[in-house]
Nanobody
Framework: QVLLAESGGGLVQAGGSLRLSCAAS????????VGWYRQAPGKQRELVAG???????NYADSVKGRFTISRDNAKNTVYLQMNSLNPEDTAVYYC????????WGQGTKVTVTS
């Protein structure tokens, strides 16, 4: 079974940046579309960025132009570069395939203060 481990979250002021990483225990990222999801307090989990098994990407309107998803298949790792963060980005961030085939990891918490 593939396990996912997210890291890189933290506390940051509005306008700041963070880079999240997601490592998979197997090479699933090289053959599946992968996404970063987030769940804010009291809200449902949502997909904010996705990268296809090639290199095509797509983003939720709320993060377009600020977030960049990338992958390193050799390292079985997916990244999310987050710039110009605002308090609405506060959430626990998770990675998973698209659609979700793998058990969810613990996520990494991002808190943006104003």
């Amino acid at each position: 079974q593939v396990l996912l481990a997210e890291s890189g979250g933290g506390l940051v002021q509005a306008g700041g940046s963070l880079r999240l990483s997601c490592a998979a225990s197997g090479s699933i990222f090289s053959i599946k579309a992968v996404g970063w999801y987030r769940q804010a307090p009291g809200k449902q989990r949502e997909l904010v960025a996705g990268i296809l098994s090639g290199s095509g990407t797509n983003y939720a309107d709320s993060v377009k132009g600020r977030f960049t998803i990338s992958r390193d298949n050799a390292k079985n790792t997916v990244y999310l570069q987050m710039n110009s963060l605002n308090p609405e980005d506060t959430a626990v961030y998770y990675c998973n395939t698209i659609p979700c085939y793998v058990p969810w990891g613990q996520g990494t918490k991002v808190t943006v203060t104003s």
